[in-house]
């Protein structure tokens, strides 16, 4: 669908309130804080997005055990599709696109372009992937996690590779723990204990990749 997406500024310099707007969709005449005038200040500027190709040899998939929330699981579908995650694991509370339309609203379509599928039990999906050798890595503040920035990429070398994130209270299932090649955290400043898991997804996976340098130089 077109757009005619403009920024556009209050006139009244007591507010000023300046914000984009499609134009093909609202007139906007008005400020929707005072009701003065607005102004075209300047358009949208061309959006540029590079393209990049996973390397032959790294088989992504991800494994989203009992996540309650359909806007996360949307996300991490989002981010899944753009990393080049193969296949994503619904697993046991996971809501999944047929089950849920606030996860396809959050998606915004990518849930059409990364394979799934629903599970009812993610530790017989782990312990399936790690017979069919895939490196399994849990995302999970335990004593012997390792720093995700910290991992080295001899210690993880690139491959088939199942990243897993837990339930948003109870984190990961001990029993995928007990099958996990690797656990990682996430390194956080702050006084709380775990960041949204749909952010910690996609900081994961793309630490991952970073560190296995697997983005084309421009």
Known sequence: MATDLFFLECVNPSCGFRFPLDLS??????????????????????????????????????????????????????????????????????????????LAKAALGAEDRVVWSANANAVHVVGQLKSEGFQIIALECTPQAQNLFSAHEAAMPPGKVALVVGNEPAGVDPGILALADRTLYIPMAGQKTSINVSVAFGVAMYGLLSAWSVFNAD
Request: proline share 9%; aromatic share 8%; hydrophobic share 35%.
């Open 25 to 102: 969709v609202f007139e906007g005449n008005f400020c929707p804080r005072c009701s003065s005038s607005l102004r075209k200040v300047a358009p949208q500027i061309g959006q540029w997005q590079p393209k990049w190709n996973p390397p032959i040899g790294i088989r992504l998939f991800g494994v989203l055990d009992n996540i309650r929330s359909a806007h996360n699981v949307g996300s991490i579908f989002r981010t899944s599709e753009a990393a080049g995650i193969s296949h994503l694991f619904l697993c046991g509370l996971t809501p999944s696109p047929v089950s849920n339309s606030a």
